[in-house]
């Protein structure tokens, strides 16, 4: 499939968004950084727990079934540690200490056929950045009480984040290997 396709398919992403007031917390700090990038809208950060990328129907509708099998408590987090990747030139926002919880839900909502690289929670505040010094920040910590599929764009073009569908974390706390 190319770019510019119209067949149907949805960039997807499961992730987690901040509630409102951490949003802004966040948001406020990135714009703060003075490192030369865009900073991202309020209303666009989030946590990708798994990026799937273009997905048909079917990729979606299995998507699903995979996210209906989690049973997971919320998971607390706290981000304190601002970094950056030099590619794709970003300033994140992530944890220092991740939960494993956290870890478990990506892996598994990751699924087996998904790229190995080390799974590394951040929340993007500056894109297009000048890359900066790894360094602690006051903490900002929130409680995911669930985590959602989102689209970012379809037909194989980048665009507009929309939520399709929302999970609750609020199950037994625990390993994921006990999913349904």
């Known amino acids: 499939m190319t770019a510019g396709d119209t067949s149907g398919s949805q960039r997807l992403f499961f992730a987690l968004w901040p509630p409102p007031d951490a949003a802004r917390r966040i948001a ?3 714009a703060a950084l003075d490192a030369g990038g865009a900073p991202v809208a309020c209303d666009k950060l989030h946590l990708t ?3 799937h990328g273009n997905c048909d129907a079917a990729g979606r ?3 699903i079934a995979r996210a209906e099998r989690v049973s997971a408590a919320p998971i607390d987090l706290v981000f304190d540690r601002l970094d950056s990747f030099s590619k794709p030139r970003l300033i994140w926002l992530g944890p220092s200490d991740p939960p ?10 990751r699924g087996p056929g998904l790229d190995r690289r080390r799974f590394v929670p951040h ?3 500056q894109r ?3 890359p900066i010094t790894a360094r602690p920040v006051v903490p900002i910590a929130w409680r995911a009480r669930e985590f959602v599929l989102a689209e970012s764009g379809a037909h194989g073009v980048v665009g507009a984040y929309r939520v399709l ?5 609020a199950g ?3 390993p994921l290997a006990n999913v349904k």
């Open 28 to 30: 406020d700090l990135g």
């Open 128 to 130: 297009k950045a000048a």
């Open 165 to 169: 569908a929302r999970w609750p974390l």
């Open 123 to 125: 929340i993007t505040l």
């Open 100 to 109: 494993q919880a956290l870890i478990d839900l990506a892996a598994f909502l």
């Open 61 to 63: 509708e299995a998507l």
């Open 172 to 174: 037994e706390a625990g």
């Open 49 to 51: 727990l798994a990026f």
